[in-house]
Every structure is written in structure tokens, then in C-alpha cells.
């Protein structure tokens, strides 16, 4: 039906078409309107998904066959769903958590990363954990180091931050003092899981968020000399250990960057690289030595403090040193200088000892690394 040329008003006197023309307006402009984003869930053993449009969120449920989910948010996730639990003397069920990185091949949008320590000046992060009071579990934020720029796997070198623990877990090794990292009082952890080298500062108490620098404990782990300045810095990732249960944790927010840059030095932090010999004199018998271990920098700037890394033989273990603190026991052991010889001049040396047993036949260490770095 053709419609009537005269115009209908309304009862407030607008004409008809210009009340539906506001209508049309207003509807596309909700239309137009963007939706809130809605939080993803991900059940899947290895589920993914991106947050903020750089990070990305993985359920990496790899310990248990039980049911895992968590869900991604506008700004982390939670872990919604966590069924089963393992032994608390064994390794967790997962580790459901966000990263900036690089982790077995997939990388976040938009990632510096992997990156060369020595290029970088520093990597602030923030993290905000939700924690719950009926689980076995740590809030743990994992820094990945390895020697090539990999995106394909397991690194090196693990650096954990356990800014919380509930119930009774522990750290991968054994407890070999205390550092002040960050302005920060931490317990520190070193062992191996059979795949990488682990180091671990554990916070004396409940950290439910923290600002920080993640090349604060980048430094400290080369200072240590479980890194060197030549490898990368492959992923940051923050997130949960689950032992048994865990629904309800929560990483509220997660924020990472990288700085290019040449980094700092300062009291308390390794020097420049090092250039350097070691001299090892062991003296035998049956199940026991002693060795006098000499190391000579030939670099071209005092090293202050120095730090000797090595790696002791399969069945030799260290049982008293002198002139130096050696830890652990065995494995990959740190020799750190005394308050006397604490400083290794430019074309200097410092000289150190140590007893320990040995099972079969004996070896010397191998592996010496002044300060991270490889010596001769």
C-alpha cells in the first residue's frame, strides 16, 4: 500500500519520521558499542589463550590426568577447576599461569623476547596473586635462561619466585642461604629436576603482589654462576604449583616489559665480564681428597665480588672449604670469596681449598666459570 503524503505527528508534536530516525540513531549506536570481552574458559591439558593482546594464558595441566580448568580474564585468569591430587614429596600436578616469552614454540604477541642478557638494561614486572586457604600449592612467578635464543623447549636454567607456599612443599634441591634481591630478604634454593639447573628465592612470608625488576635475580643467578651474561632470557611467566586441589587461585593482573640497553653494575653485583685460568691441585687417597684451587682473572677490571662456578663428578661431595664458601655440596657448586679475598685485581688471582669423598675412581670438576663465564 502506497503510504499517505500527509504527515503524522506525535503526540508531543515531532513528526513521526524524525522520532524513528532518533530511535535508528540510538540503536546503532549500542550497536556500535564494543562488547565487553567475555573470559575464556580452557579445560584442554594445554589450552592457550591471549590476555591484554600481548600475554597469553596456558591451563598446562602435565603432572595428572584428572580434570583442570582455568579461565581467562581481561587481565589473567583463575583456576576454576582443579581436581586430583599428587604426592607433596614429587613435583605438582601443573602449572597453570601467563607469560611474556616464548614457551614450547609459542610465543606472545609481540614479544622481545628471547633476548641477550647482556643487551638487556632492564625487564619490569608486576603481578597480583589470589590466594586460597584450602590447597596444596605455591604462587610462583618462573624466569626461563638458556644459552641459545630457543623457543622450542625447556631452557637451561629455571628461576623460580615462590612468593607464596601453602602446606608442605619445598623447593627443588636444598636451602643454601639467604640474598637480598630487589630489596628483599629471600631464602635461596639450588638443585636440579633432571632437566635444568633450578635456583629458587623463597619469600618469607605471603607476597600477594610485587613491582619489581625481573633482571634483579637475572643478576643474582649469574652472580651464582648457574648463568652467564652471553645466554638469553627466553620467557617470564607467573602463575601456581598445584599439589592437591587449587580452585579459586587466581592471577589477578600480570604486566612484563623488556628495556634494551647496557645493564647496570653496582656494590654487591658481578663486574665486568671476566677473562680467566683456573689452577686445580688435588691431593688423593682412597674415598677422600683435598684440592687447592687457584683462579687467576686476566680481564681488564677488578672483579669484586667473585664467584667460581663448577661442576663436581657423579659420587664427589664436598665436606668442609676454606678461604671461600662452596654450595652446594655436589653437583653444581658456587665458590664464593670470603670478606678477605672478596676482590680479584685485573691480572690478579685468589687462591681457595676444599675436602670432600668421592665414590670409584676420582675426577676433577669441570665447567669453571668466573662470574659466568667460561675460564681456562
Excluded at 80 to 89: E, H, L, N
Excluded at 349 to 357: A, E, L, R, V
Aim: proline share 9%.
Amino acid at each position: 500500500m502506497r503510504a499517505s503524503p500527509h504527515r503524522v505527528r506525535s503526540p508531543l508534536g515531532a513528526p513521526a519520521a524524525l522520532l524513528l530516525a532518533l530511535v535508528t540513531v540510538v540503536a546503532t549506536l549500542l550497536g556500535a558499542a564494543p562488547a565487553a570481552r567475555a573470559d575464556t574458559l580452557l579445560c584442554e591439558q594445554y589450552g592457550t589463550a591471549t590476555v591484554q593482546g600481548r600475554y597469553v594464558v596456558q591451563n598446562n595441566r602435565w603432572g595428572t590426568a584428572a580434570t583442570q580448568c582455568v579461565t581467562a580474564t581481561d587481565t589473567g585468569f583463575r583456576l576454576t577447576r582443579a581436581d586430583g591430587a599428587v604426592p607433596t614429596d614429587g613435583p605438582p600436578k601443573a602449572y597453570p599461569s601467563v607469560f611474556n616469552g616464548c614457551h614450547y614454540t609459542r610465543c606472545s604477541p609481540g614479544t622481545a623476547l628471547p633476548a641477550r642478557l647482556s643487551g638487556i638494561a632492564s625487564a619490569p614486572s608486576a603481578v597480583s596473586y589470589g590466594f586460597v586457604g584450602d590447597a596444596v600449592y605455591n604462587a610462583s612467578y618462573d624466569i626461563w635462561l638458556d644459552p641459545a635464543p630457543r623457543t622450542d623447549g625447556v631452557n637451561r636454567t629455571e628461576i623460580m619466585i615462590w612468593f607464596h607456599r601453602s602446606g608442605p612443599v619445598q623447593p627443588i634441591g636444598s636451602p643454601v642461604g639467604t640474598a637480598t634481591v630487589g630489596g628483599r630478604s629471600w631464602q635461596v634454593w639450588t638443585g636440579g629436576n633432571g632437566s635444568n639447573d633450578v635456583i629458587s628465592f623463597v619469600a618469607p612470608s605471603a607476597l600477594a603482589e610485587w613491582n619489581f625488576d625481573v633482571m634483579d635475580f637475572v643478576r643474582e643467578t649469574v652472580a651464582r654462576g648457574m648463568a652467564r651474561n652471553d645466554w638469553y632470557l627466553t620467557s617470564v611467566q607467573a602463575g601456581f604449583e598445584p599439589w592437591q586441589n587449587g580452585a579459586g587461585l587466581a592471577v589477578h593482573s600480570f604486566s612484563s616489559a623488556v628495556n634494551p640497553g647496557t645493564p647496570p653494575t653496582g656494590p654487591g653485583e658481578p663486574g665486568p665480564a671476566a677473562a680467566c685460568a683456573v689452577t686445580f691441585a688435588p691431593n688423593v687417597w682412597t674415598g677422600g681428597f683435598t684440592a687447592n684451587v687457584t683462579v687467576s682473572h686476566t680481564g681488564p677490571a677488578a672483579l669484586d665480588p667473585w664467584q667460581l662456578a663448577f661442576t663436581l663428578p657423579p659420587g664427589q661431595r664436598i665436606t668442609q672449604a676454606w678461604n671461600a664458601a662452596v654450595t652446594p655440596s655436589s653437583g653444581t657448586v658456587t665458590a664464593t670469596g670470603a670478606a678477605h679475598n672478596a676482590r680479584i685485581e685485573a691480572g690478579g688471582s685468589q687462591t681457595f681449598g676444599f675436602q670432600g669423598t668421592y665414590d670409584g675412581a676420582f675426577a676433577p670438576p669441570s665447567g669453571f666459570r668466573l662470574n659466568g663465564v667460561a675460564c681456562t
